[in-house]
């Protein structure tokens, strides 16, 4: 009966072990990706508007950006949040070079309370690298 107990205990274990495995894999139903051709199909006449925020450095930006959008480098979002609250109900496509700012971007806003949130599939890196519009300031 010792033993009995003992694999109780163990197999309760390993289920919570595999559970919390399962649950860190599984992508958040927030991360949401939208391709180059969705997001310019959007951007067209006569479709619901998207909101594009660059969050990269106001340099970068500066220099060459997606035609369209705003800038709010991710460390800044923080302090600066007041400035989207009218934006809320709206699709917010985010944006920086490569993915890692997007990705702290994306969870300052979660934690805010920003639901209609997309990620720019392959960021500004693939978009330079298709040829895709950019506009400069």
């Known amino acids: 009966m010792q033993y009995h107990g003992q694999g109780i ?4 274990l390993l289920g919570g072990a595999l559970f919390v495995a399962a649950a860190q894999e599984a992508p958040a139903p927030e991360d949401r990706l939208i391709s180059q051709e ?10 619901e508007p998207v909101v594009v925020l660059d969050v990269r450095t106001a340099e970068e930006f500066a220099a060459a950006h997606v035609p369209g959008a705003r800038n709010l480098p991710h460390e800044q979002i923080e302090v600066r949040i007041g400035e989207l609250e009218e934006l809320r109900g709206r699709d917010l496509v985010v944006y920086c070079r490569s993915g890692r700012r997007t990705q702290l971007a994306l969870a300052t806003l979660r ?4 639901t209609r949130l997309w990620h720019l599939d392959g960021d500004f890196l693939a978009w330079e690298a298709q040829g895709q519009p950019t506009e400069s300031e």
């Not at 205990?9 to 309760?12: E, K, Q, T």
């Not at 969705?38 to 479709?47: A, D, I, K, N, T």
């Open 38 to 47: 969705q997001l310019l199909e959007r951007s067209s006449p006569g479709q």
């Open 9 to 12: 205990v163990i197999a309760l």
């Open 111 to 114: 934690a805010h309370g920003f």
